[in-house]
């Protein structure tokens, strides 16, 4: 079966800090691979998606990137963290795009505080 | 990428039936309707997809009429454990999460 598999699960950084958040899925081959970002009390948005190795298209102009070294890893870094980076980060993967059976799977999400 | 549209917030007491609408009235040929739930602190998880009519699984029923400018989401009998975020979705390949609608079951 497929899993997705997002760490850390909490990380607390410095304002300037760099940041690296890892995303591994198990289980499938050539997924779409999704980062998003949830402040607190609002609704999901997208960072990036990508839809094979080496490709990534941002949705969101900002001081993130995201890398894709290998088929089933993203990842999602920072140079420099600010204030207003703090969230909670999700993962997820499909297959299908946004249709298919199972819709988006999402990992369990990285608590970040940017303090 | 389809808007949708759907309440807030929503209150029930456990064992009613709760209806959830959403409206996209700009939906593509191609868009796929999704619902999500999600607890706080955990990711969203699939609850249900349709294109058209009505889907039932184990958990939700999906109703979208034939314009498909709208879908319900019918979650029979809920629970205290039904207290959660429920997003609406409509679209193809990448999908965009809205702030969704925020359930509250009461004993």
């Known amino acids: 079966s497929q899993t997705i598999h997002q760490w850390p699960a909490t990380l607390v950084q410095p304002v300037g800090s760099p940041l690296s958040l890892e995303c591994t899925v198990e289980?499938?081959?050539?997924?779409?691979l999704y980062w998003y970002r949830q402040a607190a009390g609002r609704g999901l948005q997208l960072l990036f998606y990508?839809?094979?190795?080496?490709?990534i298209s941002s949705e969101v102009p900002q001081n993130l990137s995201a890398s894709r070294p290998q088929d089933r890893q993203f990842i999602l870094s920072s140079k420099k963290l600010l204030l207003s980076d703090s969230g909670f980060y999700l993962c997820?993967?499909?297959?299908?795009?946004?249709?298919?059976?199972?819709?988006?799977?999402f990992g369990s999400g990285t608590r970040l505080t940017v303090v | 990428l389809a808007k949708t549209t759907q309440p807030i917030s929503m209150d029930s007491y456990e064992g009613q039936e709760v209806n959830i609408t959403c409206s996209h009235n700009n939906i593509a040929t191609n868009d796929y309707i999704t619902w999500y739930q999600q607890f706080p602190s955990q990711g969203p998880r699939f609850i249900i997809q349709g294109y058209k009519t009505k889907v039932t699984n184990e958990v939700a029923s999906l109703f979208i009429p034939a314009d498909r400018k709208s879908s319900t989401l019918s979650l029979p009998r809920v629970s205290l454990s039904d207290t959660a975020v429920y997003y609406c979705l409509a679209g193809y390949s990448t999908l965009t999460f809205g702030k969704g609608t925020m359930l509250l079951v009461s004993p």
């Open positions: 990508s839809v094979g190795i080496g490709q």
């Open positions: 289980g499938t081959s050539n997924p779409n």
């Open positions: 997820a993967w499909t297959l299908y795009g946004g249709k298919g059976i199972d819709g988006y799977t």
